[in-house]
Nanobody
Framework: QVQVEEAGGDLVQPGGSLRLSCAASGFPLTDEIMVWVRQAPEKAREWVATLWPGGATIYANSVKGRFTVYRDDAKNTMYLQMNDVKPEDTAVYYC???????WGQGTQVTVSS
């Protein structure tokens, strides 16, 4: 059973903005430590950000100051606001519980001019 669904990935030019969404079903996001991770072609999975149930956040140095993670509790959806995107942000982005053993389908973000 799929419990998260990522969406919002697109082709965007460097310096542009994009918002990714992670709709959760079957569990409340407020009960879980959630993470965004990404995987670029031929590269290892990279942790991007973490959102704790209480609302605290932490970011990888590579995205700090540019990305923001937050959630809408009424919609049980987590978001990743990506600003000032760079070509190196190109990757498939996944959201998941921090201790999850499975991944969703992810959403493709391509940053190119």
């Amino acid at each position: 059973q799929v419990q998260v669904e990522e969406a919002g990935g697109d082709l965007v030019q460097p310096g542009g903005s994009l918002r990714l969404s992670c709709a959760a079903s079957g569990f409340p996001l407020t009960d879980e430590i959630m993470v965004w991770v990404r995987q670029a072609p031929e590269k290892a999975r990279e942790w991007v950000a973490t959102l704790w149930p209480g609302g605290a956040t932490i970011y990888a140095n590579s995205v700090k100051g540019r990305f923001t993670v937050y959630r809408d509790d009424a919609k049980n959806t987590m978001y990743l606001q990506m600003n000032d995107v760079k070509p190196e942000d190109t990757a498939v982005y996944y959201c998941q519980k921090h201790d999850a053993t499975t991944w969703g389908q992810g959403t493709q973000v391509t940053v190119s001019s």
